[in-house]
Structure formats: C-alpha cells, structure tokens
C-alpha cells in the first residue's frame, strides 16, 4: 500500500526533528541544553511509564493553571465575564490585556486550588455558557485585530443534565467555527488536560502547542478503559495505548511544538514555567503577526484539514 | 445461615436472550425484512424508528437512479498500533466484513425531487458510526463536492462519536469537519442535517451541529454526553426525555422532528428554498 500524503509528511517532519540539533526557528523555546533535553526526549519512543507520569503531572494539584499565568505574563488584565444570555461560568476564563506591548485576547478553562473554589469552577468543566464566553471574546478581538491566546485546561466538557439542555455539543461545534473563522493570529496551548470536545473547543488555532508535561486526548485514560477494557482501573493501559503525551501528539503533526517545562514539572517552579510558555507565546504570535487574516484563516483551515491517516 | 438471599437468585437469572433485530423493541411487534425495507424501517403498530443502514438511507431520500457515489474505498489506517482486548485492525476488518462498507460513511451526489445535491450518510452498524480519518476526510470530501459543484449538502448523522482507537487524530476530525464546513460555508452552499438515532459526543461537538436546518427523528439520542454518562458522573436525576430528539427540540436546538416518510419531501422543499 503506497504511503499516504500525510504519513509521508508525517516521516518528513520526523526526520527533520531528528537530524537538526537546534530546531530550525525553534518553536521550542529556551536555552541549548533545554532543547537538547527535548529533542532526546522526542527521539525516545515513551515508554508507558513516561505516558503515565505526564498524565500524573498534567493532573496536578499544584500545576499552574490559567490564571496563574495570566497573572505572571499579562499587564492590565481585565477579565470579562458572562456569556451575555444566561449565565457566567467559572470554568472558562476570558479577559484583554497586554502580552509585551500586545494587546491580546487570553480564554482558558480555569481550575480550582481548594474544594469551594473547585465547585464554583466545576473542576474546569464548562458548561456551554462557558464556550459561549469564549466566543463572545473572541468577536470583539477579531475586530479589533487582538491576537487570541487559549490556554486548554479541562478534563472534559461538564458532563451534566443542565449542559446538555443548554446545548453542549452545538456550543463546542460553534466555537471552533468561530475560531476556524478568525482573522486575527491564534495560539493555544495546552497547559494541563486537554480533555476531547471540551479541549478543541478552544483549540482550532493557528499554532498548537503543549507543555512538555500536558496530556491531549480524545476520552480521559479511565473512560477509555472502562469502554474498552470493561475496568477504569486499566487507565494506565489505556493510555499507553492511545498515548495523550506532548512527544506522540507532535510526532501525529497534531500540535506544532512543546513548549519546556522546569525539570521536575511546571509545578515545581512557577515563575519559570510561565517564563518559559511566555517566550514561546511571543514568539508564536511574532511568527504570525504580519500574516494577512485572510491567509491566517487559509492556512489555518489546511493544517486542522489535512489531519488523519487513511489510504 | 439457612437464610436465603432472594436478590441473589435474581441476580442469577440468566439475562433475556437479544432481541432479533426486526423485533420492535418499544411494542414488540415482529417483521420480516421485505415489510420493513418497504416501510422505510418504521415500525407499522407504534411507529418506531429502527436503525437504517446508509445505503437503504439514500435509497430512501434520492431520486431513484440518480445516486454517485464518492471515495468509496477510503480505509482507516492504524496510526498508533492501537490494541486494547483486540487490534484496530481486527476490529476494521470485522466491520468491514459485516457490512459490506470500508468505513462508517457513504458520500456521494444524488438528486432529490429533481436538485441535484450532495449527500454524506453515516452507517451506525460500522462500529457504533464512530468517527475516525475516514470518516472525517470523507464528510470534508463531501463538502468540497457540493462547492465544486455548487449543490447544497444532505448529512444524515448516526455516530456514537469519536473512534477512540485513532487517539488524539479522532478528535482532530472535529476541527477537520468544522473547517470543511466553513468552506462549504465560503463557497455559499448550505448544509442540512438530518440527525438520526444516535447524534452524540464528537459529531454533534461537531460538523453534525453547524446545519442551516437541523431535522431528527422521532425518539434519536441527541446528546454531547448520553444519559449514562451523566447519570454515573453527577448522580443526577434525569428527567424522562433526557437527550432526545423531543427534549432538544424543546430547548430549541432542533428546527423539527420528522416522521421518516416525511424526509425526503421535507428535504425537496428545502433544496427549493436555497436552491
């Protein structure tokens, strides 16, 4: 069976990772020996247990979350709130405000450090109103030529009777039509989980990105174990099967490059870990800045287009 | 310590053997083929939709002659090797087999009550109407066809979602569909869905979700998350309609439910209105 295109650029970019030390533009951001440390990385093969530990540390507790780098990488924040018809959900984030002298537009699922903040986030699950948030800002910064930055932090969509009723499915599909539609320059990253539909429903961007410790999947390790396995206990199983880490999600061409994490994980020092995501925002949305829109929407349309393998 | 355990006993019940597929599972009237295929597979006592296969679909709603297909052999690859109590390519093959289909969807051109149109119908039977490359690639196919040729676009939506053994690439069909959408959408053609039992998870999350129109049937899940899901993850109580056709139209995520014999005119007068 002949090669299909996509396999064939697939081997292409492959080899290209492996044989150039530095990168060519480096969409991995940080010093020599950080590079180094990820190139290895990519060309190991990860084993299960590498799998299972990104999926640990994308989990948490103590992993920045939205707005500690909003926080860290923005100047005069304004957060916006509400989706302007029924509600304002705490799990998705929206605001304006200055990456550098940029004005840019940042949403991303928020999680929450105690219990009683967890509950008003809903464990970064949104409802629809929270993609209709995302949305509603994303209009605004089009018009007004705002880079948009997402930041993917969700295990999921929230699953529940109320969502549903408020059309979960029809806001996810409409909200990566709106950003299919952008004519601004788009960066999302993914910070944490990228929990499926409640993932790409923020993430159909011009660069795609992950955190070296991230996780991107299309069902969570245990849901998938439960429906193939018949046991959510498998889930470690599961995911060295469908394999959610950064390494495998780059190699499938699905994100455009890792962004490094300090060693140990971005939770073991924050200050570094959102030095290190803001380079490689600046230097996505650099890349893109000059790009006329309706190119941005051209190419950006092919990239998500020419994703899968068949023959 | 002689005391005996009811619940056991009933617990050891042996399960009811399946129902035979041309049994109806609301009213258990039973049919033979040829009664169902000419009732467009609507059960005659209480007016159940059974399942319908694509193929018999199209038959249903094209003009009669009038139908081209596309892409026909599109196959799934295994892009990450993926096994769990059996191979990917196992599973492929067996479905393959089964219904006679390289993948879970058929595109192709046809012509309803005389315009031509393009049509996309998903096949249920093909694992569960899951949504992998092919699937994906196929339904953007479609929609590039109908630009081309400058004819709306039919959908029939049957699909329990994303094939997760395609990992992060199913998912990456939503944003691929939705992107072929929006150029469907450029080249000023409209799409009209027809969504069929079940519409769940990633198709609805996605190109399943971005009709002009959107038309059921009667009694369809349409549904990001289904009832079982929601029930074991938030315990909450689910009202009766939960995630059906009747209860998005209700909460106005639907322009109308048709009975089956009323699609295909109800889709003529459609293709007149944007023709």
Redesign the interface.
Same mark, same amino acid.
Request: net charge negative; hydrophobic share 50%; aromatic share 10%.
């Given at each position: 069976m002949a090669p299909s295109e996509h396999e064939l650029r697939l081997r292409e970019r492959l080899s290209r990772l492996r044989n150039v030390p530095l990168l060519g533009g480096a969409r991995l951001s940080g010093e020599l020996e950080r590079l180094q440390r990820q190139l290895d990385r990519i060309q190991q093969e990860p084993t299960s247990d590498d799998i299972w530990r990104s999926v640990e540390l994308a989990r948490h507790p103590e992993r920045p979350y939205t707005l500690d780098y909003v926080g860290a990488l923005l100047d005069d924040w304004f957060e916006l709130h509400g989706d302007r018809g029924d509600g304002d959900d705490g799990a998705m984030v929206a605001g304006l405000g200055k990456l550098g002298d940029r004005t840019v537009a940042l949403v991303g699922q928020q999680k929450g450090r105690d219990i009683q903040e967890r509950t008003r986030r809903q464990f970064g699950m949104p409802y629809p109103e929270g993609y209709r948030k995302a949305m509603r800002v994303f209009e605004p910064a089009g018009r007004h030529g705002f880079p948009v930055i997402s930041l993917v932090d969700t295990p999921g969509a929230y699953p529940g009777v109320a969502a549903e009723q408020h059309g979960q499915g029809g806001a996810i599909a409409t909200s990566q039509l709106v950003m299919a539609r952008l004519a601004v320059p788009t960066v999302a990253c993914v910070i944490g989980e990228g929990g499926s539909g409640g993932a790409i429903a923020i993430a159909l961007a011009d660069r795609v990105l992950m955190q070296e410790n991230a996780i991107y999947s299309v069902i969570s390790p245990e849901g998938c174990a439960a429906i193939l396995w018949r046991d959510a206990g498998e889930a470690k199983k599961a995911a060295a099967a469908f394999k959610p880490d950064a390494a495998h999600c780059l190699e499938l061409g699905v994100i455009d490059g890792i962004v490094p994490e300090p060693a140990g994980g971005a939770h073991t020092d924050h200050v570094e870990a959102a030095r290190l995501l803001g380079d490689s925002l600046r230097e996505a949305i650099e890349e893109l800045a000059d790009v006329p829109g309706d190119e941005l929407r051209r190419r950006r349309r092919a990239k998500f287009r020419s994703l899968g393998v068949y023959a | 310590m002689s005391k005996i355990d009811v619940s056991i006993e009933t617990d050891d019940k042996p399960a009811p053997p399946p129902k035979h597929p041309n049994t109806c599972p609301e009213c258990h009237s039973h049919y033979r083929d040829d009664e169902l295929e000419r009732a467009q597979w609507v059960c005659a006592q209480c007016g159940h939709h059974f399942p319908m296969r694509a193929h018999a679909r199209i038959t249903s709603l094209v003009d009669e002659g009038s139908f081209y297909e596309e892409s026909a052999d #599109?196959? $799934?690859?295994d892009? /990450?090797g993926?096994?769990? #109590?059996r191979p990917y390519t196992e599973r492929l093959a067996e479905a393959e087999m089964s219904t006679g289909l390289a993948d879970a969807i058929v595109i192709g051109q046809g012509a309803i009550e005389g315009r031509g149109c393009e049509l996309a119908v998903m096949d249920f039977a093909f694992m569960g109407g899951s949504m &992998?490359?092919?699937v994906?690639?196929k339904f953007?196919r479609a929609c590039d066809s109908a630009a081309e040729r400058g004819v709306p676009l039919i959908t029939v939506t049957s699909s329990g979602g994303?094939r997760?053994q395609? &990992? !992060? #690439? $199913?998912?990456?069909? @939503?944003?691929?569909t939705?992107?072929?959408?929006?150029?469907l959408h450029d080249a000023g053609q409209a799409m009209i869905v027809v969504m069929a039992h079940p519409t769940?998870?990633?198709v @609805?999350?996605?190109?399943? $979700? /971005?009709g002009d129109v959107l038309l059921a049937e009667p009694g369809a899940l !349409?549904?990001?998350?289904g009832p079982r899901?929601?029930e074991q993850?938030?315990r909450?109580k @689910?009202?009766e309609d939960? &995630?059906l056709a009747e209860?998005n139209l209700r909460? &106005?995520?639907l322009d109308a439910i048709l009975e089956r014999p009323q699609i295909r005119p109800t889709l003529g007068r459609l293709l007149r209105v944007f023709g």
């Open positions: - | #599109l196959h $799934s690859e892009p /990450l993926f096994f769990d #109590l &992998g490359s092919v994906g690639e953007s994303a997760m395609e &990992g !992060i #690439l $199913s998912l990456m069909q @939503l944003p691929k939705v992107c072929a959408v929006e150029d769940t998870a990633g @609805l999350a996605s190109f399943a $979700s /971005l !349409i549904a990001f998350t899901v929601v993850t938030t909450e @689910l009202p939960f &995630g209860q909460f &106005g995520h």
